[in-house]
Nanobody
């Protein structure tokens, strides 16, 4: 079974930075896409950024120029560096992995979520 373990959330003042990490556990052969979604209170879950293996990153317009996604394929880990944080970035951030190949194939796996709170 595959698990995504997130870390790095917390409370930060507006203008500050946080770095989220998400490590996939298990005997993993490949993961096609890793990314981050977020869900603010009362709102739908939305894509923040995603990175296809060997491809270019995709960012939501609201985070372009402030957030950077990166992957370490050897560690099956994805990172989200968040700079110039705004109160509207406050949300639970979820790690997502698509097309995960172990001894089985998983179309999609979600992490448990990590809370990011940005104070004004």
């Amino acid at each position: 079974q595959v698990h995504l373990v997130e870390s790095g959330g917390g409370l930060v003042q507006a203008g500050g930075s946080l770095r989220l990490s998400c490590a996939a556990s298990g005997t993993i052969f490949s993961i096609t896409t890793m990314g981050w979604y977020r869900q603010a209170e009362g709102k739908q879950r939305e894509l923040v950024a995603r990175l296809i293996s060997g491809g270019s990153p995709l960012y939501a317009d609201s985070v372009k120029g402030r957030f950077t996604i990166s992957r370490d394929n050897a560690k099956n880990t994805v990172y989200l560096q968040m700079n110039s944080l705004k109160p509207e970035d406050t949300a639970v951030y979820y790690c997502n992995a698509k097309e995960v190949v172990t001894t089985k194939w998983y179309p999609e796996v979600w992490g448990q979520g990590t809370l990011v709170t940005v104070s004004s």
